[in-house]
Structures are given as C-alpha cells and as structure tokens.
C-alpha cells in the first residue's frame, strides 16, 4: 500500500508541476499524508521499506503504471486529470481488497480513512474532467459503484 499512495504522490507531483493544476497540488498535499500514514503503520509493526526517489518503485507493475502515466498526463490536462481518476479508482478497490483480509483494528481504521480520501479524490478530479467536456469511465471500480461514489458528497475523513 505504501507504494500505491507513493505512485499517486509521485504522479500529482510529476503532473502538478507539469499543469499547474489546483487538484494536483491540493491533493499531492494530502497524498503525502497519505504515504506518512501508512509509512506510520510500517514503523508501528516494525516492518521494513525503503522509500525509493520520486517516480522509482519496487513493485514492477507500480513502476509500469507510473511511466505510462507520466507519458499519458503530459499528452494534456484532461489526461492528466484522467490520470488522476484512474489513481484514485484503483486505490479504492485496492484497499477494499486489502481491508477484507485484514482484521487488526489500527490498521483497518488507517486504510478506511485513505479510502474516504480517494473517494473524495475521485468526485474532484471527475467533476473538474466533467467541467471540462471530458468524460471518465471507470477502470477499476463497477460503474454501480463509481455512479453511488459519484452522485454522494465529499466525506469527512478521519
């Protein structure tokens, strides 16, 4: 997991700078809590990881999705902020699927609160890529579930 939120801080980084767009910077801000959150989690357990540079990642298909998200962001901000969505789609089944063979209460409440955020993610990056003309279809998520995330409001994350 830790390397999941790392991919979404490396690539709002990568893109913020890129675009200059506001959900990029203002979500990188929470992506980084994000990654300290779980980084907490690591240490608590005492587990060991070593945090790799911006944009370096153990995990080879983390390391695939960054390089074609940083190829596909640059293409234009729509893209970007497709990019963006597709992050957050993926964090929120990941963490279920983590959440549903997890049974250590610390742990659950820490990932419950970084799916409540990538929920939140998600209804900003969608609204503005709907602002914007664009459409996102959901590449991880059911579209029923997407529609239910979609249609309700932000939620305050613990």
């Known amino acids: 997991m830790i390397e999941e939120e790392k991919l979404a801080l490396d690539t709002y980084t990568y893109l913020g700078e890129l675009w200059g767009i506001n959900q990029f910077l203002n979500i990188q801000k929470s992506e980084q809590s994000h990654v300290n959150a779980v980084s907490n989690l690591i240490e608590r357990y005492d587990l060991t990881y070593t945090m790799l540079p911006e ?10 999705l960054y ?7 640059s293409k234009s901000q729509l893209n970007a902020l497709i990019i963006g969505a597709t992050i957050e789609d993926l ?7 983590l959440m549903q063979s997890i049974s ?16 939140n993610h998600l209804r900003a990056f969608v609204g503005t890529i709907n602002q914007m ?10 579209m029923e579930e ?3 995330i979609i249609e309700s409001s932000n939620e305050r994350c613990n």
Do not use: K, W
Request: net charge negative; charged share 15%; glycine share 16%.
């Open 133 to 142: 003309g664009g459409n996102y279809t959901p590449q991880y998520l059911s």
């Open 91 to 97: 964090d929120i089944v990941d963490l279920e699927g």
């Open 55 to 64: 944009g370096e990642f153990m995990n080879e298909e983390l390391q695939g």
């Open 104 to 119: 250590n209460g610390g742990i659950l409440n820490v990932f419950e609160s970084l799916q409540c955020g990538s929920r």
């Open 67 to 73: 390089n074609q998200f940083v190829v596909d962001g």
């Open 146 to 148: 997407f529609i239910i």
